[in-house]
């Protein structure tokens, strides 16, 4: 979701539409590991995940919207000023729960722990999409008012800008 900064300004970005069509893809692929009962698109929804919150220029996500998405005009950026940090950490927090999802299905018989984390991961990806709350944010702006993360590089709280 990070977006490289453009002219003079200082301010981080990130380009809002990347991250539904991100969300979009992570709850499409949680539902279909669930709804087919494959664990194996559980773990590569995992990989995509981590891959997008250790290095973002390279995520599967960005590189399809970048590469598909864009060209073809199916939607347009939308940059707006925002720390990418949280983000980031909402992404590696969904990739933690699908690799211990993907851990518990493919080595144990606890079927059920395993999906319910595919379904939790399910759930906050939906709810960022429709109602643009981002429950991993939340909790890395809390965490960064505790000083247990770094705080947002923007002024004021938490923001929850809706869809």
Same mark, same amino acid.
């Given at each position: 979701?990070?977006?490289?900064?453009?002219?003079?300004?200082?301010?981080?970005?990130?380009?809002?539409?990347?991250?539904?069509?991100?969300?979009?893809?992570?709850?499409?692929?949680?539902?279909?590991?669930?709804?087919?009962?494959?664990? +194996? @698109?559980?773990?590569?929804? !995992? &990989?995509? %995940?981590? $891959?997008?919150?250790? /290095?973002?220029?390279?995520?599967? *996500?960005? =590189?399809?919207?970048?590469?598909?998405?864009?060209?073809?005009?199916?939607?347009?950026?939308?940059?707006?000023?925002?720390?990418?940090?949280?983000?980031?950490?909402?992404?590696?927090?969904?990739?933690?729960?699908?690799?211990?999802?993907?851990?518990?299905?493919?080595?144990?018989?606890?079927?059920?722990?395993?999906?319910?984390?595919?379904? +939790? @991961?399910?759930?906050?990806? !939906? &709810?960022? %999409?429709? $109602?643009?709350?981002? /429950?991993?944010?939340?909790?890395? *702006?809390? =965490?960064?008012?505790?000083?247990?993360?770094?705080?947002?590089?923007?002024?004021?709280?938490?923001?929850?800008?809706?869809?």
């Amino acid at each position: 979701m990070e977006t490289p900064l453009t002219g003079r300004t200082s301010s981080p970005r990130v380009d809002t539409h990347l991250g539904k069509f991100s969300q979009a893809c992570t709850v499409v692929l949680a539902a279909l590991a669930f709804l087919f009962s494959q664990p +194996i @698109v559980v773990l590569i929804t !995992a &990989i995509i %995940l981590a $891959i997008a919150a250790l /290095a973002p220029s390279i995520s599967p *996500y960005r =590189l399809l919207y970048r590469g598909i998405v864009l060209p073809l005009h199916l939607w347009q950026p939308r940059i707006v000023e925002d720390d990418p940090a949280p983000h980031r950490f909402a992404q590696g927090v969904g990739a933690v729960f699908l690799i211990a999802a993907s851990i518990i299905l493919f080595l144990t018989k606890a079927a059920a722990v395993g999906w319910t984390l595919d379904l +939790i @991961v399910f759930v906050l990806a !939906a &709810i960022n %999409l429709t $109602i643009g709350f981002c /429950a991993g944010c939340f909790v890395y *702006y809390h =965490l960064g008012r505790l000083g247990l993360m770094p705080r947002v590089r923007y002024q004021g709280g938490f923001h929850w800008r809706g869809v």
